[in-house]
Nanobody, 120 residues
Framework: QVQLVESGGGLVQAGGSLRLSCAAS????????MGWYRQAPGKQRELVAD???????NYADSVKGRFTISRDNAKNTVSLQMNSLKSEDTAVYYC??????????????WGQGTQVTVSS
């Protein structure tokens, strides 16, 4: 079994910063892409940023220059540093990872989500 556990969400004023972290655990053989999605009330889940095992990053246009994704392959963790937060960044943020277990195919796993609320 594999678990993704997120931490770091909360309430922050506009212009402030938060750092989200996510740790993958379980019978992991390898992890390919890791990333963060978010879902605001009444909206579809959308990609925020992702990062390959080699460190290539991809960002949504709305967060470029404000958010930074990073990962630690040795610890199976991915983080999202969010700066200059705006009210429109308010959403539930989900960690995701493409994981191959020691026995079984590659599969995309999701964390339980962490709430980020930005007050204006």
């Amino acid at each position: 079994q594999v678990q993704l556990v997120e931490s770091g969400g909360g309430l922050v004023q506009a212009g402030g910063s938060l750092r989200l972290s996510c740790a993958a655990s379980g019978s992991i053989f390898s992890i390919n892409d890791m990333g963060w999605y978010r879902q605001a009330p009444g909206k579809q889940r959308e990609l925020v940023a992702d990062i390959t095992s080699g460190g290539i990053t991809n960002y949504a246009d709305s967060v470029k220059g404000r958010f930074t994704i990073s990962r630690d392959n040795a610890k199976n963790t991915v983080s999202l540093q969010m700066n200059s937060l705006k009210s429109e960044d308010t959403a539930v943020y989900y960690c995701t990872a493409q994981i191959t277990m020691k026995i079984g195919p590659q599969y995309r796993y999701w964390g339980q989500g962490t709430q980020v609320t930005v007050s204006s």
